[in-house]
């Protein structure tokens, strides 16, 4: 493992992490993993699944912990995915949203600049489509792409916009190699169960199964542009092999509404009318809402060679087969 490259990942217990872990370690490199907390649920997990990541203890608002974590891994690349990042919960928590999504990327920031690997470490910052903001006036008919204007609707999306900024901006004062991806949704057989695909495709093995006969979801009409995580991680690799730090939108460059993921869902299991399955409850719904979201990843597709090789059906097979698949264990 000598010649190895080494990358550390904060947010390896996330769905991102988890591809990302695979991605690198078929690539080779060896991989630490940033874990936080003195119990965390996910520990187990993670070292039953990748038993050669060395975890690491660090918190993203923990200045002292982040210096430690670099100088322990001595990284060639610096993967940031950890965040609070769900919505709906960054409105009911806005200021550790701030701390955690924000702040949080300063402090990893400056603890590779203080740990003194700020011209050797490649930085990733996990940027969103959710800076945004889906608004009427501000979205393009061809979709969002690098020089689209931001119009965060969430605590989250404002967190991100902070995360992404200074990011370029530390790129540009301290010539750092700080790349930011900016992410549509992407999905998977790994995504949380309180984001919306997979609480569907978790949802529809169960009525499959016999043991749930509904869902209860928020707003229906909003549409995503969703790929699968799989393709989006090898984006971000790439983005950490190119000659210059840039930033770069990942996307499918299509957009669907919640219906339309849920009629594909449902047909999965043989049912035509999804209808009398889902209810609704307001608790779901959030304060201020992202309409619509499509994104343009022309950039990526031509400077960097990135492909996707999921489309929007294809996931949702993967993700429902999986879900069935874990019941019927
Ligand atoms: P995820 O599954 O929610 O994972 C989030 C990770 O952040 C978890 O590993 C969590 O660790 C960690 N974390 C939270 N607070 C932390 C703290 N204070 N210190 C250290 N770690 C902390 O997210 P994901 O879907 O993999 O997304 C990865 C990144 O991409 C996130 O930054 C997300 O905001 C961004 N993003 C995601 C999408 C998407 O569609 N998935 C799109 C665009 C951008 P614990 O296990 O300890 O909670
Ligand atoms: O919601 C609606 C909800 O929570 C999608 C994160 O990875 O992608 C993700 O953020 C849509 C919204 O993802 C429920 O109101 C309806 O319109 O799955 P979600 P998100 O908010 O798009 C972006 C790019 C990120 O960066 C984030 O980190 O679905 N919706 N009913 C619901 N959403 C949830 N979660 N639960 C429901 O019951």
């Known amino acids: 493992m000598a010649d190895a490259k080494r990358a550390l990942i904060t947010g390896i217990t996330g769905q991102d992490g988890g591809h990302l872990t695979e991605l690198l370690h078929e690539k080779g490199y060896e991989v630490f993993g940033l874990i936080r907390g003195q119990r965390n649920a996910r520990r187990e997990a993670v070292i039953d699944e990748f038993p050669y990541v060395t975890l690491i203890e660090a918190d993203l608002t923990d200045q002292t912990s982040l210096i430690q974590a ?15 990042s769900h919505v709906g919960f960054s409105f009911r928590n806005p200021q550790l949203t701030a701390d955690i999504t924000g702040k949080g990327v300063l402090n990893l920031l400056e603890a590779i600049r203080i740990a003194g690997f700020k011209d050797r470490a490649r930085f990733y910052q996990a940027s969103t489509s959710e800076m945004f903001g889906g608004l009427d006036y501000n979205r393009p008919g061809t979709g969002y792409n690098e020089d689209s204007l931001f119009h965060p609707r969430s605590p989250y999306g404002v967190a991100k916009l902070y995360g992404h900024w200074i990011t370029r901006n530390y790129r540009e004062s301290y010539d750092m190699f700080a790349a930011t991806g900016i992410l549509f949704n992407h999905e998977g057989p790994r995504r949380g169960l309180e984001f919306v695909t997979r609480k569907i495709t978790d949802a529809v093995a169960r009525i499959d199964a016999g043991t749930a006969d509904h ?39 299509a957009t669907h509404s919640i219906e339309d993921f849920l009629a594909l869902a449902f047909a999965e299991i043989g049912v035509d009318d999804w209808r009398p399955y889902v209810k609704q409850d307001p608790a779901f719904m959030r304060p201020a809402e992202v309409d619509i979201l499509l994104g343009d990843s022309a950039k990526a597709e031509r400077v960097l060679g990135w492909k996707r090789d999921y489309d929007l059906p294809g996931l949702v097979r993967l993700m429902v087969e999986h879900d069935v698949a874990l019941q019927k264990r």
């Not at 690349?77 to 609070?84: D, K, M």
């Open 70 to 84: 670099v100088e322990a891994s001595q990284p060639d690349e610096v993967y940031n995915l950890a965040a609070v």
């Open 215 to 253: 869902v209860v979801l928020g707003d229906l009409w909003p549409k995503r542009d969703w790929g699968y995580a799989g393709d989006y991680v090898r984006g971000m690799w790439q983005m950490l092999q190119h000659d210059e730090p840039d930033d770069f939108v990942l996307a499918s460059g």
